[in-house]
């Protein structure tokens, strides 16, 4: 057997905890360095970037019920950014928006486009969960 296919059987308990440990650390590194990395900003369809983000969490959603609607106004509009970092957030939004819309009687997740005269268009994100208590919203 060669050097660089160590036998796992041979290993104590605290060597392989060690190795999973340093294993895990490195990835660890190798996501938050992933994240520095400066990606060329592209054009693509915001409905893609929902998509992309609904497939990530699309196991949840169904262990959760929750339907995600979204404006098809929305979804043809063309976003300019770093594709990965807008999945990454659409995902987090439709995650957090499914949880707490949880316990509903047909939870819903809803995403949309609104026009602001002064401030321009906006995507929007809303769920039909209990919402926030007011001593808790800023």
């Known amino acids: 057997q060669s050097c660089l296919q160590p036998t796992f ?3 104590c308990p605290c060597h392989l905890a060690f190795e ?19 990606r ?3 054009e693509v369809a915001f409905g893609q970037i929902v998509q992309e983000a609904r497939a990530l969490v699309e196991g949840r959603l169904a ?20 594709r990965a970092r807008l999945v ?13 819309s949880e316990g509903q009687e047909n939870p819903t997740v809803t995403i949309g486009l609104r026009e602001d005269a002064s401030a321009g ?17 800023e």
């Open 9 to 11: 059987s041979a290993m």
């Open 20 to 38: 999973t440990a340093v294993a895990q650390r490195s990835l660890d590194i190798a996501y938050f360095e992933q994240r520095r990395i400066a």
């Open 40 to 42: 060329e900003p592209e």
């Open 63 to 82: 262990e959760r019920g929750v339907r995600v609607d979204v404006d098809e106004t929305a979804a043809r509009c063309v976003v300019h950014g770093d």
């Open 88 to 100: 990454e957030l659409m995902q987090n939004l439709i995650d957090n928006a499914a949880k707490f």
């Open 121 to 137: 268009p906006a995507f929007t994100v809303s769920d039909n969960g209990v919402g926030i208590e007011p001593a808790h919203q």
